[in-house]
């Protein structure tokens, strides 16, 4: 039976006022609305609160502390694809889409951004003052979520995280590695290449996605990928918030999942391979596309705050490489299926990385499956360093117990 969320609704009311929304509601309807994936968009919470200032949001969360059976979820821009991570049945979402300020200082040498704000907002404000920020390379990303979960950007070979502050496939992935593992790296060179496979044509197309943060359109490191025969080309000279105004994909269902590897043409080689072999006879009702999308770790972008930061990335074990796995699909019925799958072919890829010896312990977290632990690959010192700053200023486990989206310290 469904647990009676009306008090701690009601409660939230009386500190906040209309902002807090109903179902039924045209505040409730935006957000819900507003989720990039269909699983989180299709859960209905109790209530949505919306703040406007910090204070709100302290007031908020503790008086969901105070009454200890009110659920709840957080969302900024709400871009993750799991159900659950920013919106919750049965219980409060909090939406901090209004907090999303962005200032700078008097000589706009530091930038002072809301969580609730998106990245294409950012990066609108500041093109106008000739400034830019490692942030996300998705317009649509919200700056909250990103930033907790370390944040990858074009600018992090120079940078380090965001929280720091029908083609030839042999060729390109030699290509790509080549590009990540150059010595010395080419901090200003931001590359993916992404392996689109389409289930219903079984097609695979190739994109790469090279980003360069100096305005030359030919610049050396690309000149063995610019060299192979394409399809189209847009290089331009650009501002980042055009690059990050992407096309807003149709809500589908979604998910990811992600491995570190070191640099290796023949794993990429493999994962295709692997990729091919297990995906081309998975079919399900609808449409169905699965993204293996790889993009360099250098060792230089992991020495970027591995002091600062707990993510526990080490540049000493050398040049590396993330892969995003991803899918959408239509069908909600075929989701079971479709995690399987996904949950599948990352263990057949894991096995082959660690075969060749090439698999890395690091698990991003902003790419990370429901089923992943990315909070334990930061190492013991810093899960147990997060833990002791959870007892600290988290004393009653409220983010723990009552926030069931998301990973968790025993995570």
């Excluded at 409660?11 to 935006?30: E, K």
Aim: negative net charge; charged residues 10%.
């Amino acid at each position: 039976m469904a647990q009676d969320l009306a008090p701690c609704c009601a409660q939230l009311s009386a500190i906040i006022g209309l902002d807090v929304a109903l179902p039924n509601s045209s505040l409730y309807a935006a957000t819900e609305t507003a989720y990039w994936s269909i699983q989180e968009g299709s859960l209905a919470p109790s209530c949505i609160a919306k703040p406007s200032s910090s204070e709100h949001v302290a007031s908020i969360i503790a008086s969901i502390a105070n009454q200890h059976d009110c659920p709840f979820a957080i969302k900024s821009q709400g871009h993750a694809p799991a159900a659950g991570f920013a919106n919750i049945n049965n219980g409060i979402t909090i939406d901090l889409t209004a907090l999303n300020a962005i200032t700078t200082n008097k000589d706009a040498s530091v930038a002072h951004i809301g969580t609730g704000a998106s990245w294409l907002d950012v990066y609108a404000h500041l093109d106008t003052l000739n400034k830019t920020v490692a942030g996300g390379r998705n317009g649509g990303v919200g700056v909250g979520g990103l930033t907790l979960g370390g944040g990858i950007s074009y600018f992090s070979p120079q940078a380090g995280f965001t929280c720091d502050t029908a083609i030839n496939f042999e060729i390109v992935f030699a290509a790509f590695a080549k590009i990540a593992a150059a010595k010395p790296y080419d901090v200003h060179a931001s590359i993916t290449t992404s392996a689109i496979f389409n289930a219903v044509t079984k097609a695979w197309t190739l994109l790469s996605a090279p980003i360069y943060t100096k305005p030359q359109t030919d610049p050396e490191v690309y000149s063995e990928l610019f060299a192979i025969p394409s399809i189209s080309n847009t290089v331009q000279i650009t501002q980042l918030h055009t690059l990050a105004n992407e096309t807003a994909m149709a809500q589908t269902n979604q998910l990811f999942s992600t491995g570190t590897y070191g640099v290796s043409a023949e794993l990429l080689d493999s994962i295709f391979d692997i990729c091919n072999e297990t995906l081309y006879d998975f079919n399900v009702t609808g449409s169905l596309q699965w993204i293996v999308t790889f993009e360099p770790f250098p060792a230089v972008f992991a020495a970027q705050g591995a002091h600062d930061n707990i993510l526990g990335t080490i540049p000493e074990v050398g040049d590396g490489m993330i892969l995003l796995f991803s899918a959408s699909w239509s069908d909600a019925a075929a989701s079971s299926l479709v995690h399987a799958k996904n949950k599948e072919v990352l263990r057949k890829i894991n096995a082959a990385a660690k075969h060749m010896g090439l698999l890395r312990s690091f698990v991003y977290a902003n790419y990370a499956g429901t089923f992943q632990k990315p909070i334990s690959s930061y190492g013991t010192q810093n899960s147990a360093f997060l833990c002791r700053v959870a007892l600290k200023y988290d004393p009653l486990a409220v983010f723990q117990r009552q926030l069931p989206g998301g990973f968790k310290l025993a995570d």
